[in-house]
């Protein structure tokens, strides 16, 4: 009898759980359902809307991805971008952490805090000085020249991130590493870096992501529609006074679909616990 | 198999000095055991041996060679760690075998080498496991695997035992004894722990703020401390101090009671003095040569039984190897046995 009122109360905080918990799910999901329904629906559906639901499914905004755009091109110039800018990115954020964390020198710690400094400054408003820097150098309608750009988008926070992969790795592994017959850089290639994998996994994650999704740097550095990267191609949709929604949302379904894949195969490595059992 | 010699070693940290030029020699084959209070620069010593930590000033030699500043992989040296420092993404079997592979031992050699040595340490079943599937015992032999695999100039042991439980702690203390008999390698083992000093050491060498307090033999430095810090340090229960005068009776303490001297020492002043709690005995109260105390504790043990007593504020630790019958509250009388007390002035022992 004197658990009725409190099971009543456990039971309506559950329904309200559920409906906040549904009301949230709507909320996120939504937009993803309606980029696909967009996708796949007639060009000018999204104009005269009556339903939720589509009313005839077609493949043909998909098709003029191919025929009447070059999506491809774009895809291949944002694979190649992202892929550049992370790889490179991971490679001198991992040197850097791993200078950071383990040598001692004098101003590491400034070095740092600089590192951090230039992560706090938006793109937006480095893109004036990096577009005369780059008109100087030749770099302007380049793809490295995005990279670049790219590159010191990612590269404070991965240095920072490394630091802190290294910094949680006991240094006596390294210790033992150089007393079993390595060079520092032994060391650091047979045991430090198997260890952080995980780490560097998620800076390239980070930095594919960054890159692919960037749409200022790629937009703006370049001119020519060819060199484009997915994410400027999008807009390519809106012209000036009207958009193409069911293309743009069929371009937007193919531009999201590989880093879903890259975190779909990355996870696994990203999950961390591989060090027990090494120390104590 | 070489031995060590360190000469005026010196290590500074920016402006801070931690080891203050030490000398120590370590012969041939011998079994050494850094001990000191935490602090006191025994791991800061054999990471410099090891080349983890560079020397300030000084001299490292290793047989004929000196080897301040050789890389770590070309000393010979191999160290077991606190913390074991085991690969966790290599299993049991490669871990023993990395030296090897480091050094561009073929394949088939480090086999088998692996499972000599496997054998050696009692882990041959194990040899696919990694370590995260061992237990704390099982980790720390890979970790002595790993070492004596390559048949190094020396070992480096760094407070080896101090992640195990008591139990597991004395039997591997025995299988390391065991292990540096058949083997024979010069040895340098720091630990915090002087039970382990006492019975693991062929020689020890107290440590303390960076500098050598006493280098010894075992049971010489119980016998003979150098001073009253080893003598505190050294023996379990420790040593009882008593500081008063010393006069051509003996040494008067604050509340009168006069301690007995085997002879008579020319120096006068303040002075302590030692007795090991072995060498107290109960007699009647008031014999000469005596003083009271008031009993807070009684721990029999079974072979010995401890008796934790009080005199005017400070402790005082008896053992007995009979049990005798006083309880908490009682107050009794401690004699001290006059031919094994030791007498320490300011700078150190006075005989």
């Not at chain 1, 190649?80 to 952490?97: D, P, R």
């Not at chain 2, 195990?164 to 025995?174: E, F, I, K």
Request: hydrophobic residues 45%; neutral net charge.
């Amino acid at each position: 009898m004197s658990a009725g009122p409190a099971m009543r109360r456990s039971a309506a905080a559950r329904t309200l759980h559920m409906v906040a918990l549904t009301g949230l799910a709507i909320v996120v999901a939504f937009p993803v359902y309606w980029m696909i329904v967009l996708a796949m629906t007639p060009l000018g559906f999204s104009r005269q809307i009556t339903s939720i639901l589509p009313s005839d499914l077609t493949f043909d905004n998909f098709a003029s991805l191919v025929v009447e755009r070059p999506m491809l091109r774009w895809l291949w110039n944002s694979t190649l971008v992202a892929t550049l800018s992370s790889g490179i990115s991971m490679l001198i954020g991992l040197s850097c952490g791993y200078a950071l964390s383990r040598l001692r020198f004098r101003g590491s710690y400034v070095v740092l805090v600089l590192v951090l400094a230039s992560q706090m400054v938006p793109s937006t408003s480095i893109l004036v000085p990096l577009y005369t820097l780059f008109m100087d150098l030749g770099l302007l309608n380049t793809i490295h020249g995005v990279v670049i750009g790219h590159i010191s988008l990612v590269l404070p926070l991965a240095i920072w991130m490394s630091k802190g992969f290294f910094d949680s790795l006991p240094e006596e592994l390294e210790g033992a590493a150089r007393l079993d017959g390595c060079s520092r850089l032994g060391a650091l290639w047979f045991v430090a870096i198997p260890l952080v994998s995980p780490g560097l996994a998620a800076i390239f994650v980070y930095g594919f992501v960054t890159s692919w999704n960037d749409f200022l740097f790629p937009r703006h550095f370049v001119q020519s529609e060819n060199l484009w990267t997915a994410a400027a191609g999008l807009t390519s949709f809106r012209g000036e006074y009207f958009t193409l929604f069911e293309p743009q949302m069929a371009a937007s379904i193919v531009f999201a679909f590989p880093v879903v894949v890259l975190f779909f195969f990355l996870q696994r490595r990203m999950v961390s616990g591989s060090l027990t059992g090494g120390v104590k | 198999m070489a031995p060590i010699k360190i000469t005026s070693l010196r290590k500074a940290f920016n402006a801070v000095e931690v080891v203050h030029g030490v000398d120590i020699t370590v012969e041939d084959g011998e079994f050494c055991v850094f001990v000191g209070p935490s602090g006191c620069g025994k791991s800061t010593i054999l990471r410099m041996v090891a080349g983890l930590e560079g020397v300030t000033s000084g001299e490292i030699r290793l047989g004929d060679r000196l080897i301040n500043d050789l890389p770590p992989k070309d000393r010979d040296i191999a160290m077991v760690f606190q913390n074991y420092a085991l690969y966790p993404h290599l299993t049991v079997e490669d871990n023993i075998g990395f030296p090897l592979r480091m050094r561009g031992v073929d394949r088939e050699v480090i086999r088998a080498e692996v499972r000599r040595v496997s054998e050696i340490i009692g882990l041959q079943d194990l040899l696919a496991r990694h370590p995260r599937q061992l237990s704390g015992g099982q980790r720390q032999r890979v970790a002595m695997g790993r070492a004596i695999v390559r048949n190094p100039q020396a070992f480096l042991f760094d407070e080896p035992l101090s992640n195990l439980d008591a139990q597991l702690r004395v039997q591997m203390r025995t299988q390391i004894r065991e292990l540096h008999q058949r083997i024979r390698t010069t040895t340098i083992y720091v630990t915090h722990d002087q039970v382990e000093a006492m019975t693991m050491a062929d020689r020890i060498v107290v440590l303390k703020d960076g500098h050598v307090e006493q280098s010894g033999p075992p049971l010489e430095i119980y016998d003979r401390p150098a001073n009253a810090f080893v003598a505190r340090f050294i023996g379990s229960p420790s040593m009882n101090l008593f500081t008063g005068a010393l006069t051509e009776q003996g040494v008067r303490l604050d509340d009168g009671a006069v301690l007995p001297l085997p002879k008579r020492y020319g120096a006068t002043g303040t002075a302590q003095y030692g007795v090991r709690p072995e060498h107290l005995e109960i007699v009647e109260i008031g014999t000469p040569g005596s003083f009271e105390a008031e009993v807070a504790v009684v721990e029999p043990t079974g072979a010995e039984t401890m008796i934790f007593a009080r005199r005017n504020g400070q402790d005082v630790t008896a053992t007995f190897r009979m049990r005798p019958a006083v309880k908490p509250g009682d107050r009794v009388a401690l004699k001290p046995d006059v031919d094994t007390i030791h007498l320490f002035g300011e700078t150190g022992r006075l005989d």
